[in-house]
């Protein structure tokens, strides 16, 4: 049911009856590796491509995902996939594997949360029975289309961040037990003119903002509501400025329960990641994995995550156009 | 930003963009050159010290020493590259790796190995120069210009 402008209220709750995280080596050395259902030591995932471990990485996400639920592939109706390689590969492939009726998604790093929406949407309006949402990011392959080869040795500014190597899946389904997906809220592209691909954070913040602002005042909500609203990967420095542009806005969140995926997932002592985590698995990783287990244990009730994207390609950065950015909301409940 | 830039911006852009950039921290530079003058010194002075060893073992002239030297530098920048240690380095080091000929290297080789999967001859032999490629372009047509205006200066005698 469509709630104010852009969001959506949905009356059945369909309900996240399993969820799994799959991380790389560097993730495993971070401050979430606990929760991970699977962490690889090899960023090659004994494939001979990054493009092909980043397909794995999917594989083994949805595999543990359905063994969580004591289902099987045939069980579910809808696989909705993306990922952040041109044409979306990784996730075409992972679906092949599968063989599940499929719907391939693009929405950049927001993508995570563009699949948990539409994934419950069609649970909520009956078009399925169980969806699975899948996303993934690989650290190389991203840095192989995006930016330059791995091994290049540039200097990166302080504002750059680290994409996630890992996939995070998440089971949507009319019936059972676990958290529930209450409302979502669909974001606007937003560009505010900055188009250096190495300061993301700061591109993509308007977006944040924008959904942010949008879901409470459709749903006429207070931000005390939720335990946590977490940002996808605004990274340090975003997350900064959407915090100060709220506030500006006259909306400020508490700090304590404001904050974002990219800082979370990684250390302090890991300085490569510069300005903190980025890529589709980022929020999903974060999502599916540290905070679906807090709320089965009972330390969170009511979470808001905001999964942002920035919508450049390597070619239209060439082409020195400006960094459209896009951000999802999707509120998940006990 | 530069006024041209700023031009095209609406007022809300221009605005947040403003507000924005208060909060990014800014590149170090006097720090990253610094790093760069201590490190881009320090391949240097190998470079100088490979030259004098093939010059006093050798018998190789000063001139004729720089061919063996750059290859040595060329072939301890390939294997830090293919070891992935060198993108850590010059992550450090900045423009200290990357303007001596260690970093003409790494463009090709770091290029060389990422696309390895695509095969040798599109993957490889194809992307090779994605990186240096730009070098040798305009470094062969600055030579190709240089070389045109010494002609015709020599032709008219100014020479």
Known sequence: ?334 | MSNKKKKKLSPTQQEYQEFAQTREPKRPIFLNCTKAFLVGGLISALGQGIQMFFIKYFHFSAETAGNPTVAVLIMITVLLTGFGVYDHIAQWAGAGTVIPVTGFANTMVSAAIEHRSEGFVLGVGGNMFKLAGPVIVYGVFSAFVVSLVVIILRTLGVM
């Open chain 1, 1 to 334: 049911m469509l709630q104010g402008h852009q969001t959506w209220i949905f009356d059945s709750k369909p309900i996240i009856i399993a969820s799994a995280a799959v991380g790389g080596p560097f993730e495993a050395q971070g401050a979430l590796a606990e929760d991970f259902d699977l962490l690889h030591g090899d960023i090659w995932l004994g494939q001979d491509s990054f493009e092909k471990a980043e397909k794995k990485l999917q594989e083994q996400a949805c595999e543990t995902a359905l063994k969580k639920a004591g289902m099987k592939k045939e069980d579910i109706q809808f696989l909705l996939g993306g990922d952040l390689i041109n044409q979306i590969v990784p996730s075409n492939f992972a679906a092949r594997t599968l063989a599940t009726p499929y719907l391939g998604l693009y929405g950049a790093c927001s993508t995570s949360m563009e699949g948990l929406a539409l994934g419950s949407v069609l649970v909520d309006s009956g078009f399925a029975k169980n969806a699975l949402v899948c996303v993934s990011s690989h650290n190389a392959a991203a840095e192989k289309q995006y930016r330059y080869p791995t091994e290049y040795g540039s200097q990166k500014p302080p504002t750059a961040q680290w994409t996630v190597t890992g996939s995070g899946a998440a089971l949507i389904s009319a019936q059972g037990n676990g958290p529930r997906v209450t409302g979502a809220t669909i974001g606007r592209v937003i560009d505010m003119g900055l188009s250096d691909p190495f300061n993301l954070g700061a591109a993509m913040a308007p977006a944040a903002v924008d959904t942010i602002e949008a879901h409470f005042r459709d749903l006429n909500r207070d931000p005390t509501y939720y335990d946590i609203i977490a940002t996808g990967d605004l990274g340090r420095i975003g997350h900064r400025i959407a915090g100060d542009l709220l506030k500006k806005h006259g909306m400020g969140i508490p700090d304590e329960i404001f904050t974002d995926c990219g800082i979370m997932i990684y250390r302090k002592d890991q300085p490569i990641v510069l300005a903190g985590g980025s890529g589709c698995a980022c929020a999903a990783v974060t999502t599916f994995g540290h905070f679906l287990n807090q709320m089965c244990k009972g330390e969170l009730h009511k979470i808001l995550i905001i999964a942002t994207g920035a919508l450049l390609s390597p070619m239209s950065y060439q082409q020195k156009e400006s960094i459209p950015s896009i951000a999802h909301a999707v509120s998940i409940e006990l």
